[in-house]
């Protein structure tokens, strides 16, 4: 059986605990619980909302800005955010990504996705064996053909690599009806 004693012993604990948490500590021990919804094809959960890297990850290694990163990056993950979705076309922001999930330890919580934008297949394969290197990783969980560009050429190519297992899931991105 709970006791009083007990009780009021653990709450006195946990209050002791949560005073010596800073505001942001506190904001994110009282934030409610990250939004999911499943992936139809496997019923995975991941959460609704993630971080993009255009623009916002062109930045230098060691610079201020990545400074500022480095600490955007651990707020996502401790506030509970998972996907991170980057392309090879962001100016640097694969590396950039790459370094931030790897030096931070990570990788294995991220849902990564990125993308392939390249016109022929040997262009396609380069620039993924690029993706992989500057993101630290051997695969991804998400690989889309970016806005449907040369999508006949490398749409059989990132199923390929899903077969292989170096994704988990394999998308498009589009933004206008141009090339539907």
Not at 149 to 169: F, N
């Amino acid at each position: 059986m709970y006791s009083r004693r007990r009780f009021l012993a653990a709450t006195l604990t946990a209050a002791a605990g949560a005073s010596l948490l800073g505001p942001r500590d506190r904001a994110l021990a009282a934030a409610p619980a990250m939004s999911t919804r499943p992936i139809p094809s496997t019923g995975e959960r991941i959460p609704v909302i993630g971080a993009g890297t255009s623009g916002s990850y062109e930045a230098e290694i060691g610079s201020p800005k990545y400074g500022q990163l480095q600490e955007t990056i651990k707020v996502f993950f401790e506030g509970g955010g998972t996907v991170f979705d980057t392309s090879p076309n962001y100016a640097g922001a694969d590396a950039v990504l790459g370094r931030l999930l790897h030096d931070g330890g990570w990788r294995e919580r991220c849902f990564l996705a990125t993308k392939i934008a390249a016109d022929s297949l040997e262009e396609a394969q380069a620039q993924w064996a690029k993706s992989l290197r500057d993101l630290h990783s051997e695969r991804v969980e998400l690989l889309q053909v970016h806005n449907l560009r040369a999508w006949r050429i490398q749409l059989p190519y990132a199923r390929a690599l899903k077969e292989q297992g170096k994704t988990r899931y394999v998308g498009i991105t589009h933004y206008t009806d141009a090339g539907l």
